[in-house]
């Protein structure tokens, strides 16, 4: 690839990644590419040392050299995971359950990929010559060569009901994560995430709704149902970072980063366990998600749970420790066979690909 000098070059860029991931969709190709923006909560910053003062406008207003460098990476960090998830998904359009389904998919897509284009944007357009590296690296990345920045994002979204657990939960740590940007100090990065946040939450309907319509149907077993929830929402629990985040306490110090609860949360902000308190919120919001989810099982059947914080994670205090699916400590043997049991295996795949070949296997989607 050239060189990004302006905007324009980059948007160049952009459309040949969209040709180099085999993005052939012309719904997403004529899709109106553009920069949005919100609205701020607050003119003044919210918290942190520069409380009360005006938000910036540009980054030279930035009296801090660390801060705009902190700011810089949350950008590129939160578009790296728009495009990864459009390089996950990429499989799908081959066999969407309907028209419906596929009008879904292309819509996400298409916003994820105008997510990235709006962090770019910012990149671009704020921060110089540094900014502009940035963005065009954010298009040389690729999720199927593990290069993107965040584990969740360097593997394939194989099957519609990987996409619908993706949906219903790891894009729902960017919920979270587009929250707390919206009390950015960094003014266009507030009403970026503002915009942003409206389009997330079509994109945990699509989630919510296959999954619905999955259990519905009632053809998936439970069992390879929870297996699913077993390989993503761990993944999702690791997204909220470390823990004892020096990144996260200097993000609030500064009021680039805001917690997920600031606006109704009068407690002084826990500076040692920002990423804990968020990453708790979010498991016991997922939880009661999965339980909402058992009232369309059969009472007399097996049920679905949310995996443990402590599973299968890669960031924080549980990274690589052998911790079961529910809670439980197991030694070297005992965990290597747990992991066998239950994470999707190769024959639990090729179960799942006979049940959707089958007409019926989801119940229908309903036109938006």
């Known amino acids: 690839?050239?060189?990004?000098?302006?905007?324009?070059?980059?948007?160049?860029?952009?459309?040949?990644?969209?040709?180099?991931?085999?993005?052939?969709?012309?719904?997403?190709?004529?899709?109106?590419?553009?920069?949005k923006f919100g609205g701020l909560k607050e003119e003044a910053i919210e918290f942190g040392d520069f409380k009360g003062r005006p938000k910036w406008e540009r980054v030279l207003q930035i009296p801090d050299q660390r801060v705009r460098d902190?700011?810089?990476?949350?950008?590129?960090?939160?578009?790296?995971?728009?495009?990864?998830?459009?390089?996950?998904?990429?499989?799908?359009?081959?066999?969407?359950?309907?028209?419906?389904?596929?009008?879904s998919l292309v819509r996400v897509m298409a916003e994820e990929m105008r997510h990235g284009w709006q962090m770019c944007y910012l990149l671009v357009k704020y921060f110089g010559y540094s900014g502009k590296v940035e963005a065009q690296k954010l298009l040389e990345r690729r999720s199927w060569q593990n290069t993107r920045l965040l584990g969740s994002f360097n593997q394939d979204v194989n099957n519609w009901l990987d996409f619908w657990v993706y949906t219903n939960f790891v894009d729902r740590d960017g919920k979270f994560q587009l929250q707390m940007l919206t009390n950015s100090a960094f003014a266009p990065l507030g009403r970026s995430a503002a915009a942003m946040l409206r389009e997330e939450a079509y994109h945990l309907a699509t989630g919510s709704d296959g999954l619905t319509r999955v259990l519905k149907a009632g053809k998936v077993p439970v069992k390879i149902f929870q297996k699913y929830l077993n390989k993503w929402v761990p993944t999702a629990y690791d997204?909220?970072?470390?823990?004892?985040?020096?990144?996260?306490?200097?993000?609030?110090?500064?009021?680039?980063?805001?917690?997920?609860?600031?606006?109704?949360?009068?407690?002084?902000?826990?500076?040692?366990?920002?990423?804990?308190a968020s990453r708790m919120l979010y498991v016991k919001e997922a939880a009661g998600l999965i339980e909402n989810m058992n009232r369309l099982l059969p009472?007399?059947?097996?049920?679905?749970?949310?995996?443990?914080?402590?599973?299968?994670?890669?960031?924080?205090?549980?990274?690589?420790?052998?911790?079961?699916?529910?809670?439980?400590?197991?030694?070297?043997?005992?965990?290597?066979?747990?992991?066998?049991?239950?994470?999707?295996?190769?024959?639990?795949?090729?179960?799942?690909?006979?049940?959707?070949?089958?007409?019926?296997?989801?119940?229908?989607?309903?036109?938006?």
């Not at 302006?6 to 190709?29: R, Y």
């Open 299 to 368: 009472e007399d059947g097996p049920k679905l749970y949310a995996p443990h914080h402590k599973f299968g994670r890669s960031i924080g205090d549980y990274t690589g420790q052998q911790w079961s699916v529910t809670g439980e400590k197991l030694d070297d043997a005992a965990y290597a066979e747990h992991l066998t049991e239950v994470l999707p295996t190769e024959a639990d795949d090729a179960t799942l690909a006979g049940i959707m070949k089958q007409p019926d296997w989801v119940v229908p989607k309903k036109s938006a």
């Open 1 to 35: 690839m050239s060189r990004v000098n302006t905007f324009d070059d980059w948007v160049d860029m952009f459309e040949q990644w969209q040709g180099d991931i085999g993005l052939e969709s012309e719904d997403v190709k004529t899709y109106g590419f553009s920069e």
């Open 70 to 103: 902190a700011l810089l990476n949350l950008i590129v960090y939160q578009g790296d995971t728009e495009f990864a998830s459009v390089e996950q998904q990429r499989f799908l359009f081959n066999a969407a359950p309907s028209d419906n389904d596929m009008a």
């Open 239 to 276: 997204l909220f970072g470390n823990d004892h985040s020096s990144s996260a306490h200097w993000a609030y110090v500064w009021g680039l980063k805001g917690r997920f609860d600031e606006a109704s949360n009068r407690e002084p902000a826990d500076m040692e366990h920002l990423n804990e």
